[in-house]
């Protein structure tokens, strides 16, 4: 009898291992567009892919003005005001001050300045093990927004870095089962 019950577990342990490793080893990319915000001429992209337990999150825009601009992960995954305010604060699900992210304190949300040059285009990439694409809600970019401010972060005034407006935004979907977006993003605008 007691062999039965020891070979039983074995099996159990054996399948929930199993799962778990599968869903560990599939990638999940999310990518969507980052439209322009605060009357901005801005136009770009995000994407943000899940391999093992890391997430490398790229921001690319073009049309944006000249200089170094800060790029966060906001709180609301809503873009749909004029201003993109429905984003919220910053995302911040630790509860941390704002800083720096190669620094001890700061917002889980705290990308960094993306220098845009005199063409207009920009890009910034983090990659890190502090975020998931769907993992646990601390860790779970998705659900958030992206937003390109109009100055640059100067990582010390609190809670906002006195970034100034917000001139592009982007939603990251929560992914659905399949790990696609549950709402697939808006086709981009016929030029
Ligand atoms: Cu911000």
Redesign the pocket.
């Known amino acids: 009898m007691r062999n039965v019950v020891i070979g039983l577990s074995l099996v159990l342990a054996g399948g929930i291992a199993g799962a778990k490793s599968k869903k560990a080893e599939s990638k999940q990319e999310i990518t969507a567009p980052i439209e322009a915000k605060s009357g901005s001429t801005l136009a770009g992209k995000f994407t943000a892919t899940m391999e093992g337990k890391n997430v490398k999150l790229k921001v690319e825009v073009t049309g944006a003005p000249e200089g170094e601009h ?5 709180e609301n995954a809503d873009c749909s005001d004029p201003e993109a305010k429905k ?1 919220g ?2 995302w911040n699900p630790l509860t941390d001050q704002h800083g720096d992210w190669h620094k001890e304190h700061h917002h889980l ?1 705290d990308i960094g300045n993306m220098k845009v040059g005199k063409d207009g285009k920009g890009e910034v990439t983090l990659s890190t093990d502090k975020w998931s694409i769907g993992g646990d809600p601390k860790t779970d970019i998705t659900g958030h927004a992206i ?3 109009e100055k640059i ?1 100067d990582f010390t005034t609190q809670p ?2 006195n ?1 100034g407006s ?1 001139i592009g935004c982007g939603v990251i979907a929560k992914t659905g089962d399949q790990g696609k977006p549950a709402t697939p993003p808006a086709p981009a605008p016929a030029k």
């Open positions: 800060a790029v966060h992960l906001h984003a604060g910053h949300g937003v390109v401010h972060d906002t870095g970034a917000r």
